[in-house]
């Protein structure tokens, strides 16, 4: 008997299950029919949030950023780039503190970039400052 994996869409927010053995192929959402998990980073505003944090049985690593930041500019790629190598096992997403300021008030963010990682919609780390790719999946998987 497999074991189903609650993944909310990025598109639409519907919570979908999942058997877990599938969560490499691509799977899809049963309402949009958009892909749930795509190694990518997902930009997420409060409501999407909300959703992932009440419903996604993934772990989640969130990037707190905002435009202005240099810092921000320069990981992004790095943030991308270890989105994708920690496909499908945990879910990347990105909130700009410009766009979403009291979700980041909500966190205490109070410098940027910094990342958050929840398990079941609990924070259990965080960090500031930007990272290489190398040490951003690091530090997720010493999360784990």
Not at 9 to 16: I, R
Not at 38 to 60: R, Y
Not at 88 to 109: C, D
Request: charged share 15%; aromatic share 6%; glycine share 8%.
């Amino acid at each position: 008997m497999s074991s189903n994996i609650h993944i909310v869409c990025p598109q639409c927010a519907a919570t979908n299950r999942v058997p877990a053995e599938r969560l490499g192929q691509a799977p899809t959402c049963g309402r949009c029919k958009s892909a749930l998990l795509t190694g990518q980073p997902v930009e997420a505003n409060a409501a999407l949030f909300g959703k992932l944090m009440s419903s996604e049985d993934l772990p989640v690593v969130v990037d707190f950023w905002a435009s202005w930041c240099g810092p921000c500019k320069m990981m992004a790629p790095a943030f991308a780039q270890a989105a994708s190598q920690m496909h499908p096992k945990v879910r990347f997403i990105k909130v700009s503190t410009e766009q979403e300021q009291a979700l980041a008030s909500q966190y205490g963010i109070s410098s940027i970039p910094t990342m958050v990682m929840f398990k079941g919609g609990r924070e259990v780390a965080r960090t500031s400052g930007a990272m290489p790719a190398a040490g951003i999946v690091q530090w997720v998987q010493g999360q784990l």
